[in-house]
């Protein structure tokens, strides 16, 4: 008989190993020294101690689900309870019985990683159905409303699944929102499309005002209907785009017609009034070599001998109107302001008041020197400082009034 510690071969060849419980009979041995048996049934042991480190391997380093590896290690557990081996089985047994305890402490994880994650999927999706409420009940834009929506499904489908009973009711809401979204769009595309039709109907009413007078020659008058018009179109809102496109061309070609005709009469006028105009450009001459003014009469004599000839030149063409007037209301404006100036240099009156002004100042500064002088003598620090600012400030208004009476003399 050969011995072994974890095992034996009696005088028939039987094999045995040792356990905790006792020897077991795991197999026999008919064909060589004992030594060899022993050597054999090490080998299967080896072998099921690989599978156990195998297993070891894949739970600690690889994210082998609980489930599977709660399998694995019971189907590893019958084979060593089993094992036609000869090695220390409780050893492997104690491995297996750790890796019970690991893969029980990873379920607890995944558990509570799941419910993390559903936690955090319940709080992703009541966000998605509250903004989907919000634009229910308050966009208007409604291309990036439904735009928005369908993203918001995208994402509800992109998030993790929850609970089955709160998934069903968030998803309701969604639905519910999508829905109430639709029917508001397509109640107020409803009623856009009737604001439309009454915008095409006056919109319609205004082209046909505008084409009924394209052919008149009152020429202001219809000039201010067409302004006017034009005002009630930009107000009128818009209609369609077809309508809105077919009637403002309708319109702006029977504006064309007005005003092309117009331009084309005012164009034949402008090249009769040419001559009228370069009498008054030879007139703005000599009304400009009056400036600046040195003689107001004869200033004012000249202008007015200017002006009779200037209403006998006739009117000018229209481009050169603003100019030619322009230049001549400036002469006209600093021979009056000439005129101004010389009769308040000759007013009586009005010097008779700048005069009285300088006098009574003179007075009101002599009296206050007076009690200047007073408060001084007596040491009344108070007063003096009253009496210096006032005497001051008159002072200040004596320059004024005496420039103002020099300008009398």
């Given at each position: 008989?050969?011995?072994?510690?974890?095992?034996?071969?009696?005088?028939?060849?039987?094999?045995?190993?040792?356990?905790a419980?006792?020897?077991?009979?795991?197999?026999?041995?008919q064909?060589?020294?004992?030594?060899?048996?022993?050597?054999?049934?090490?080998?299967?042991?080896?072998?099921?101690a690989?599978?156990?480190?195998?297993?070891?391997?894949?739970?600690?380093?690889?994210?082998?689900?609980?489930?599977?590896?709660?399998?694995?290690?019971?189907?590893?557990?019958?084979?060593?309870?089993d094992?036609?081996?000869?090695?220390d089985?409780?050893?492997?047994?104690?491995?297996?019985?750790?890796?019970?305890?690991?893969?029980?402490?990873?379920?607890?994880?995944?558990?509570?990683?799941?419910?993390?994650?559903?936690?955090e999927?319940?709080?992703?999706?009541?966000?998605?159905?509250?903004?989907?409420?919000?634009?229910?009940e308050?966009?208007t834009?409604?291309?990036?409303?439904?735009?928005?929506?369908?993203?918001?499904?995208?994402?509800?489908?992109?998030?993790?699944?929850?609970?089955?009973?709160?998934?069903?009711?968030?998803?309701?809401?969604?639905?519910?929102?999508?829905?109430?979204?639709?029917?508001?769009?397509?109640?107020?595309?409803?009623g856009?499309?009737?604001?439309?039709?009454?915008?095409?109907?006056?919109?319609?009413?205004?082209?046909?005002?505008?084409?009924?007078?394209?052919?008149?020659?009152?020429?202001?008058?219809?000039?201010?209907?067409?302004?006017?018009?034009?005002?009630?179109?930009?107000?009128?809102?818009?209609a369609?785009?077809?309508?809105?496109?077919?009637?403002?061309?309708?319109?702006?070609?029977?504006?064309?017609?007005?005003?092309?005709?117009?331009?084309a009469?005012?164009?034949?006028?402008?090249?009769?009034?040419?001559?009228?105009a370069?009498?008054?450009?030879?007139?703005?001459?000599?009304?400009?070599?009056?400036?600046?003014?040195t003689?107001?009469?004869?200033?004012?004599?000249?202008?007015?001998h200017?002006?009779?000839?200037?209403?006998?030149?006739?009117?000018?063409?229209?481009?050169?109107?603003?100019?030619?007037?322009?230049?001549?209301?400036?002469?006209?404006?600093?021979?009056?302001?000439?005129?101004?100036?010389?009769?308040?240099?000759?007013?009586?009156?009005?010097?008779?008041r700048?005069?009285?002004?300088?006098?009574?100042?003179?007075?009101?500064?002599?009296?206050?020197?007076?009690?200047?002088?007073?408060?001084?003598?007596?040491?009344?620090?108070?007063?003096?400082?009253?009496?210096?600012?006032?005497?001051?400030?008159?002072?200040?208004?004596?320059?004024?009034?005496?420039?103002?009476l020099?300008?009398?003399?």
């Open positions: 008989m050969s011995t072994d510690p974890w095992g034996r071969v009696d005088d028939d060849g039987t094999v045995y190993v040792r356990t419980e006792g020897e077991r009979a795991v197999g026999s041995w064909a060589g020294e004992p030594e060899e048996a022993l050597a054999y049934f090490h080998r299967k042991y080896d072998e099921l690989g599978q156990v480190q195998l297993l070891e391997q894949r739970v600690k380093g690889t994210d082998l689900a609980p489930a599977q590896a709660e399998a694995s290690i019971v189907k590893l557990r019958e084979a060593v309870a094992a036609h081996a000869v090695g089985l409780a050893a492997l047994t104690a491995r297996l019985d750790g890796l019970t305890e690991l893969v029980a402490q990873r379920r607890e994880e995944v558990k509570a990683a799941r419910e993390q994650a559903r936690a999927a319940r709080t992703v999706k009541e966000g998605i159905v509250d903004e989907a409420e919000r634009i229910a308050e966009t834009h409604w291309k990036s409303g439904g735009e928005r929506l369908r993203q918001l499904v995208e994402e509800w489908k992109a998030a993790d699944r929850i609970d089955r009973v709160t998934e069903a009711a968030l998803w309701k809401r969604l639905s519910a929102a999508r829905t109430a979204f639709a029917k508001r769009r397509k109640v107020y595309f409803a856009l499309d009737e604001q439309r039709e009454g915008v095409r109907a006056a919109k319609e009413a205004i082209v046909a005002e505008a084409e009924a007078i394209a052919e008149s020659t009152d020429w202001a008058q219809t000039a201010a209907v067409y302004r006017d018009l034009m005002q009630r179109w930009k107000s009128a809102g818009r369609s785009r077809e309508a809105e496109d077919e009637l403002w061309a309708r319109f702006k070609g029977a504006q064309d017609q007005f005003f092309q005709a117009r331009s009469v005012f164009a034949e006028r402008d090249a009769s009034l040419a001559a009228n370069e009498v008054k450009e030879e007139l703005l001459i000599e009304a400009e070599k009056l400036l600046p003014i003689d107001v009469r004869t200033a004012r004599a000249t202008l007015r200017l002006l009779e000839r200037w209403e006998a030149a006739g009117p000018v063409p229209r481009e050169q109107r603003d100019r030619l007037e322009g230049g001549l209301r400036k002469v006209d404006d600093a021979v009056r302001k000439a005129e101004d100036a010389e009769w308040k240099r000759s007013n009586p009156e009005a010097r008779a700048a005069q009285s002004t300088v006098d009574q100042l003179r007075t009101s500064i002599e009296q206050l020197e007076k009690r200047l002088a007073k408060a001084q003598a007596a040491g009344r620090a108070k007063d003096v400082k009253e009496a210096e600012e006032a005497i001051t400030a008159r002072r200040s208004w004596l320059e004024e009034a005496e420039r103002t020099a300008e009398f003399s």
